[in-house]
C-alpha cells in the first residue's frame, strides 16, 4: 500500500470514528429563543465596515490593513446573489470570469484576463480554488455545491507564498461554516423555471461542552435549459444542461483542551446530469453536407444560437463524483510568545465520466460514450500543511511546510461513426476540385484511395488512450511583516517549491486505423500503390490528376493523407507507449511596504514573483516533425511538456476608510508580466498546448463598501477594473505566423479579457411591524466586449452586455421563516461563454468570414426564477 493510501485510510477513520463517538453521545434539548433573543440582538448591533476580517494572509486581519487586493464577500450577499459555486460569483467580483465547455468538469476561472483554459488536465490552474485551506488542484475540482458558506475571498495576483502552489493569477479562498455550541437547525425548499427542485437541510448540534457537530445535506434537480435535436439517435434525451446532484457535508468540532481545537471534516458529491452541447454561431458551407448525412434538421442552417437548440445524436451524460476528508488542528502554544501551530492534512477522490458529440451536430460523425472505460478522468490528492504563526512587538511571523501527492488517470476515446467515411470524402472532394463533390461516387473517394470496402475506411473505436500521471509538490514557506514603525510595516514573503511529475501514455487504435494504414510501406512512407490509388480515385471523378504539376500532386497526396490520419484515426499512434518525467525547483515570494497615514488611509506598494508549474499535454499530439512546437502533421509526438508559467507582477494600492468607518474605497494600479504563458487552444482537430514568451496585464482594481448611517438597512458594495491585458508582439512559431492558426494572437488582446467590468450590488431591509422584516437585492455585472476564443477568430467576438440579479423577502427577524423570490440574469441577457472552430467543419483557411468554416459556441444560462422557503430553529 501506498504511503498515500495509508495516510488517506487512517484520515478517513479518524474521521468516521470521531463522527460515531459524537453521535453516540446525548444531545441536550434547548429551548428556542423566542423574538428578539440574542441572536437578533447580535445581528441588531450596529457594525461598521471598517471592521471586516479576512484571512488572506493566514491569519485574521482587518481586510483595510491587509496589502492585497481583497473582495471580501460576506454569506448574506451570497446567499443574496445565489452562490451555490464558483461559477455563480461572477456578478460579484469585477474581473473574473468562470466559464464551462464540453462538460462541467471542465472549468476555468481567470482573473485580471488570466487564467488556464480547462479543456486538457495536464494543465494546472493559475486561479487557485482553496476551501476550507485544502487546494484543489484544478478549477474543476472545486466545482460543485459549496454549501454553508461563511464567506468568500477573492484575492487578485499571483498568491503563491501562501496558497498552496500554482496561483499566479490569484486565489478563490472560500470558507464554509464551522460547527459552534448554539443548538439550531435549518433548510431551504426552492422551486423554480425549468421545472427546478431543491431542498437542503442543516444541524448545528453540541454533543458536549467541548465537541459539537454540523451537517449539511442538498439534493437539486432541473430540466435542461438547452433544447436539444437528437436525429436519428441513438440519444433520445432532449434536453441538456440539467441538474441532478446530492451534495453531503460533516464537521465535527473538538477542543481538546484549552489550547487545542480539532475540526474533522467529510464531504461527498455525486452528480448525474447531461451537458454540454454547443450552437452553432455560423454554419460553413460544410453544413448542408452535415444536414444531409445526418437526415435531414443535423446543424443549424442558418445559425440562430439564441433560439437555444442544439444537435446532438449521441449521449452527454456527466457522472461526477467528489468525496474527501480532512483534518484542521490548531494548537495555540505558550511557547514562543503565544504562537500557534495549525495543521492541515486532506485527503480527496474525484472522478467524472462523461459523454461527448465532438462534431455537436446529430450527424453521426465522432463520438465518446459515457462509460468508465472509454471516458474516464480521477484526481486522487493527499496533502499535508503545516504553518507556525506567532508575533512579537515588531514582527508577526509565519513559517510553513507544504506537501501534495497527485494521481491522475485518465481514458479518453474517439469512436468513428457512420458519416464520418462519407463526410471526409466528399469534403475532401470539395477542397480539392469543388464540382466532384457533387458526383454520385463522392461519398466512396476514400475507399477508393485507400483500397479498402466502403464503411470499412474508418469504423468503431478508433483511439482508446490511458494516462497516468503522478504529481508531487513540496515546499517551505515563510511571510513575515515587520512593524518598522508606528505607520510603516514592511512584509516579505518566500516559497522554495520542488515539483516532480512522472507520467505514462499508452496509445490504442482498436480498430486497427487501416483507412490511414493503407497509404504506408513498411517504412512508414507513403508507398507507390497508395499514391496510384489516390490519383485513380480522384481521376474517376473528374480530377485530371496525371496533367496536375508536380508540387500540386504533392499537396493533394499530402491533404488526403492527412485528412485520413487525423490523431483519433492515425495508425502511427497504435501501440505507443511513452513514459516522461520533469521536475522543477522554483522560487517565488513578495516583497511589501505599507504605509498608514492616519487611521482613514493606508497605502502599499508590492512586487510579487508567482509560479506555475509546468506539465504535459495529456493528449494524442502530433505534428509534422515530431515536436510539440511543429506545424500540422501526422507524426506521432513523444514530448509533449510544456514549462513552468512565471509571473512578475507590481501593484500599487490605497485603502481608504471614511464616514465613520462606513464608507471603504479602494483602488490598485496593476502591472502583471508573465512569462511561458501557457496557452491551451483548440485547433479544430485537436488541443495543442503553446507556451507564449510574454503576457502583459495593467490596469486599475477599485472596490467600494458603503453602509449609510442615515438609512439604517442599506448596504451597497461596487467594483470596477480596467485592465489591457495583451499578448507580447513578438511570438515565435509558424502557428503564430499567417496562415497559421493562430497568426492572431501576437500583440493583441487576450481572449476572455474585457477592457472594463464593474460590478454593482444594493441591499436593503427594512422592519415591518413588530416581528417581520423585509429584504430586496439587486445586483449586476457589465463587462465589455472580448473574444471568447483562444484563436481571436471574429467570429468568437462577444460583445459588451451586463448580467442582473434580484431578490425580494419577507420573513420574522428572528429568522424562523423566511420567504424570497428571486431571479438570475433577470433580463434573459444572452452572451457566449466560450466559442470554438466546429470540429471537422472548418476545413478552410483560418481567415476571417471564410465561408468554408463553421463556429461554435457554449452558451451561458439564461433566465432563472423560483421561490424559496428559508427555516431555521434554534
Not at 52 to 59: D, E, G, H, P, S
Request: aromatic share 10%; charged share 20%; with cysteine.
Amino acid at each position: 500500500m501506498s504511503c498515500q493510501h495509508l495516510h488517506s485510510n487512517r484520515l478517513a477513520t479518524a474521521v468516521a470514528v470521531a463522527l460515531l463517538w459524537s453521535g453516540a453521545l446525548p444531545a441536550v434539548a434547548q429551548t428556542a429563543p423566542a423574538a428578539g433573543s440574542a441572536g437578533e440582538q447580535a445581528q441588531n448591533e450596529p457594525k461598521t465596515l471598517d471592521t471586516l476580517v479576512v484571512t488572506a494572509q493566514k491569519r485574521e486581519e482587518i481586510m483595510q490593513n491587509v496589502p492585497i487586493t481583497v473582495t471580501a464577500l460576506p454569506q448574506q450577499l451570497l446567499q443574496d446573489n445565489n452562490v451555490r459555486d464558483i461559477k455563480d460569483l461572477q456578478t460579484l467580483v469585477p474581473g473574473l470570469t468562470v466559464t464551462s465547455t464540453q462538460n462541467e468538469a471542465i472549468t476555468t476561472a481567470r482573473l485580471r484576463g488570466i487564467g488556464t483554459v480547462g479543456d486538457n488536465i495536464g494543465l494546472e490552474s493559475s486561479v487557485g480554488i482553496v476551501i476550507d485551506d485544502v487546494y484543489r488542484p484544478r478549477n474543476s475540482v472545486g466545482f460543485g455545491d459549496l454549501g454553508e458558506l461563511d464567506r468568500i475571498e477573492v484575492l487578485k495576483g499571483p498568491q503563491g507564498t501562501l496558497f498552496g502552489k500554482n496561483t499566479s493569477a490569484g486565489v478563490i479562498s472560500i470558507i464554509t461554516r464551522k460547527p459552534d455550541f448554539e443548538w439550531a437547525g435549518g433548510g431551504e425548499l426552492g422551486i423554480g423555471n425549468y421545472n427546478a427542485r431543491g431542498a437542503n437541510a442543516w444541524l448545528n448540534a453540541p454533543m458536549s461542552d467541548r465537541t459539537a457537530l454540523r451537517l449539511y445535506a442538498a439534493h437539486r434537480e432541473r430540466d435542461g435549459w438547452m433544447r436539444v435535436v437528437t436525429g436519428a439517435g441513438p440519444r433520445s434525451e432532449h434536453r441538456d444542461y440539467d441538474q441532478n446532484y446530492d451534495t453531503f457535508r460533516a464537521k465535527l468540532l473538538w477542543l481538546a483542551t484549552d489550547n487545542v481545537e480539532v475540526l474533522l471534516a467529510a464531504d461527498a458529491t455525486h452528480r448525474n446530469e447531461n451537458c454540454c452541447t454547443a450552437v452553432q454561431l455560423v454554419s460553413g458551407s460544410s453544413a448542408p453536407l452535415i444536414n444531409a448525412l445526418g437526415g435531414g434538421n443535423a446543424i443549424a442552417i442558418p445559425a440562430n444560437p439564441w433560439a437555444r437548440v442544439a444537435y446532438s445524436n449521441r449521449d452527454t451524460t456527466q457522472k461526477i463524483d467528489d468525496k474527501g476528508v480532512q483534518a484542521t488542528v490548531t494548537v495555540s502554544m505558550d511557547a514562543l510568545g503565544g504562537a500557534t501551530l495549525t495543521s492541515v492534512t486532506a485527503s480527496r477522490d474525484w472522478s467524472a465520466i462523461n459523454g461527448r458529440d465532438f462534431d455537436f451536430s446529430a450527424a453521426d460523425l465522432i463520438y465518446m460514450n459515457p462509460q468508465k472505460d472509454e471516458s474516464y478522468n480521477q484526481f486522487r490528492t493527499f496533502s499535508q500543511e503545516l504553518r507556525l504563526a506567532g508575533s512579537t512587538e515588531h514582527v508577526d511571523w509565519l513559517v510553513g511546510a507544504f506537501y501534495s501527492h497527485e494521481t491522475i488517470r485518465r481514458t479518453e476515446s474517439y469512436r468513428i461513426g457512420a458519416a464520418y467515411e462519407p463526410y471526409l470524402s466528399i469534403g475532401l472532394l470539395s477542397l480539392i476540385n469543388p464540382p466532384s463533390a457533387s458526383l454520385p461516387n463522392a461519398a466512396s473517394f476514400l475507399a477508393d484511395a485507400t483500397g479498402r470496402p466502403f464503411g470499412a475506411v474508418f469504423a468503431g473505436l478508433g483511439a482508446l488512450d490511458h494516462y497516468r500521471q503522478t504529481a508531487r509538490s513540496s515546499a517551505l514557506f515563510s511571510n513575515n511583516t515587520w512593524h518598522a514603525s508606528e505607520g510603516l510595516d514592511v512584509t516579505l514573503g518566500l516559497r522554495y517549491t520542488r515539483e516532480t511529475k512522472d507520467l505514462r501514455s499508452q496509445y490504442a487504435n482498436p480498430n486497427g486505423g487501416l483507412g490511414c494504414a493503407s497509404y504506408f510501406d513498411p517504412n512508414g512512407t507513403i508507398s507507390a500503390a497508395a499514391i496510384g490509388r489516390i490519383a485513380t480515385a480522384l481521376t474517376a471523378r473528374g480530377v485530371p490528376f496525371s496533367l496536375l504539376p508536380a508540387a500540386t500532386q504533392q499537396s493533394i497526396i499530402s491533404n488526403v493523407v492527412a485528412y485520413s490520419c487525423l490523431p483519433w484515426a492515425n495508425v502511427l499512434h497504435n501501440g505507443r507507449v511513452t513514459n516522461q518525467s520533469m521536475a522543477e525547483n522554483e522560487w517565488s515570494g513578495t516583497l511589501k511596504a505599507a504605509y498608514r497615514w492616519n487611521p482613514h488611509v493606508m497605502t502599499y506598494l508590492s512586487y510579487a514573483r508567482g509560479y506555475k508549474a509546468g506539465g504535459f499535454n495529456l493528449d494524442r499530439v502530433q505534428s509534422a516533425n515530431g515536436l510539440s512546437s511543429g506545424g500540422p502533421g501526422i507524426r506521432p509526438v513523444n514530448d509533449t511538456s510544456f514549462p513552468g508559467e512565471f509571473v512578475n507582477s507590481w501593484e500599487l494600492e490605497a485603502k481608504t476608510t471614511w464616514a465613520g468607518g462606513n464608507l471603504l474605497l479602494n483602488g490598485a494600479l496593476f502591472h502583471q508580466r508573465y512569462s511561458d504563458f501557457q496557452l491551451n487552444s483548440f485547433l479544430g482537430t485537436s488541443f495543442v498546448v503553446r507556451s507564449i514568451p510574454e503576457v502583459v496585464s495593467r490596469g486599475l482594481d477599485a472596490e467600494l463598501l458603503w453602509q449609510p448611517k442615515s438609512l439604517r438597512g442599506l448596504m451597497l458594495q461596487a467594483g470596477a477594473m480596467w485592465a489591457d491585458t495583451r499578448y507580447g508582439k513578438h511570438i515565435p512559431g509558424a502557428d503564430f505566423v499567417y496562415p497559421g492558426a493562430l497568426y492572431k494572437l501576437p500583440g493583441a488582446r487576450i481572449s476572455f479579457a474585457p477592457a472594463f467590468s464593474g460590478t454593482l450590488s444594493l441591499t436593503y431591509q427594512w422592519d415591518i411591524g413588530a416581528t417581520l422584516r423585509g429584504r430586496f437585492n439587486i445586483g449586476g455585472k457589465y463587462m465589455t466586449g472580448y473574444n471568447t476564443g483562444s484563436d481571436l477568430d471574429a467570429e468568437k467576438w462577444q460583445k459588451g452586455y451586463g448580467l442582473v440579479n434580484a431578490r425580494i423577502g419577507l420573513g420574522r427577524r428572528d429568522e424562523r421563516w423566511q420567504v424570497e423570490l428571486w431571479a438570475t440574469n433577470l433580463f434573459n441577457q444572452r452572451y457566449l461563454q466560450v466559442g470554438f472552430d466546429g470540429p471537422l467543419q472548418a476545413l478552410g483557411t483560418p481567415e476571417p468570414g471564410n465561408p468554408r468554416n463553421t463556429y461554435d459556441a457554449f452558451l451561458g444560462a439564461p433566465r432563472m426564477f423560483g421561490a424559496t422557503l428559508r427555516l431555521r430553529f434554534e
